[in-house]
Every structure is written in structure tokens, then in C-alpha cells.
């Protein structure tokens, strides 16, 4: 699994923050120093809140931006993120 690098922002493309937790504000933050601004986190337990100002989804919904770009930002449920992305057959996550 790659690391996600600014080189792999394209025009047009969301970022989605999977993970709207400790990790999860590492990632916005990593994100906002390069003043790009993700369109929703993505958690189970926080899904239809807000974190940091930002709309969280559940999961489950993460299907619909199958184009777009996933940073998963945990480390105790990694594995079961990662599974889940690939049950849905998404590729664009680091």
C-alpha cells in the first residue's frame, strides 16, 4: 500500500478521509498544508455528524466516489478498513 503524495492529487478528483479520529485530524491537517480540502470523513460511529467542520458519511457510502481518493487514517482498525474498500472494489485509497 502506497502513501499518499500531492503528485497524486488530479484535477477534479475528492478526497475522502477514512477515519474521523485521532488520524483522521493528522490527515486533514497533512491536507490543509497543502491547502487541499477533503469533501467528507468517512466513520461508522460518527456517520451524519460533523468533525473538524466537515460532513461525515458512513462507509457504506464510500462506494458512490469510486473515482476518488480515500486516505485511510486509523491504526487500530486498518485491516478492517482496507477489507472493507476491497469488498467494494475500490482502488484509490493510500
Given amino acids: 500500500m502506497k502513501s499518499f503524495e ?3 492529487m488530479q484535477e477534479g478528483k475528492k478526497i475522502i478521509i477514512y477515519g474521523a479520529g485521532r488520524y483522521g485530524e493528522l490527515a486533514y491537517r497533512g491536507l490543509q498544508y497543502w491547502n487541499i480540502q477533503p469533501l467528507y470523513f468517512a466513520d461508522r460511529k460518527l456517520a451524519g455528524t460533523e ?13 458512490k466516489f469510486r473515482e476518488d481518493i480515500i486516505l485511510i487514517a486509523t491504526y487500530n482498525y486498518f485491516y478492517d478498513m482496507l477489507k ?4 467494494m472494489h475500490l482502488q484509490n485509497y493510500y
Fill in 84 to 87: 472493507e474498500l476491497q469488498s
Fill in 51 to 63: 468533525y473538524m467542520g466537515i460532513k461525515v458519511i458512513h462507509p457504506s457510502e464510500l462506494i
Fill in 6 to 8: 500531492r503528485k497524486y
